[in-house]
């Protein structure tokens, strides 16, 4: 049993990445797909595919490179709120990652979405983690 789903998930995008690997299968779970999504919406990730052939499923993410230096597209994906410190933003006091270049992922009432996002909707939430 793993105590923080979404940071095992981010931990297996990072050491595929550190790899050089085209593809990580990941468990499923919903927030895991909503942070998918994102990711996918805002050009951090190639592609990805939800399968659903056990109980819990599994998601194959399909990772983006730079077609000539071989650079990732991910620089850095860090964990915010933990299981033991939960990390809490209002609209007033939104994260800005990497002044305003990267963004932070929000679990928010109206569903995962950006930080930009949430300032649109002046809604906060719980900051999952930060990408850029």
Known sequence: MNTD?????????????KANHRIVEIPASNLK??????????GY?????????TAQGTIKIALKYNA???????RT???ISKPGLRQYAGVENMPRVLNGLGIAILS???GVMTD????????????LCHVY
């Not at 789903?5 to 990445?17: E, F, G, K, S, W």
């Not at 990730?45 to 052939?53: H, L, M, R, S």
């Not at 000539?68 to 991910?74: D, E, Q, V």
């Not at 930009?116 to 900051?127: D, F, P, Q, R, T």
């Open 68 to 74: 000539i230096t071989k650079i990732p597209a991910i």
């Open 45 to 53: 990730i190639a592609n990805y595919k939800f399968e659903d052939t």
């Open 77 to 79: 994906l860090t964990r």
């Open 5 to 17: 789903p979404i940071a095992d998930y981010l931990t297996r995008v990072r050491n595929a990445i």
């Open 116 to 127: 930009k996002e949430a300032a649109k909707l002046n809604i906060g939430g719980e900051v």
């Open 33 to 42: 797909k909503e942070i998918t999504k994102v990711l996918f919406d805002k």
């Open 108 to 110: 928010t009432s109206k």
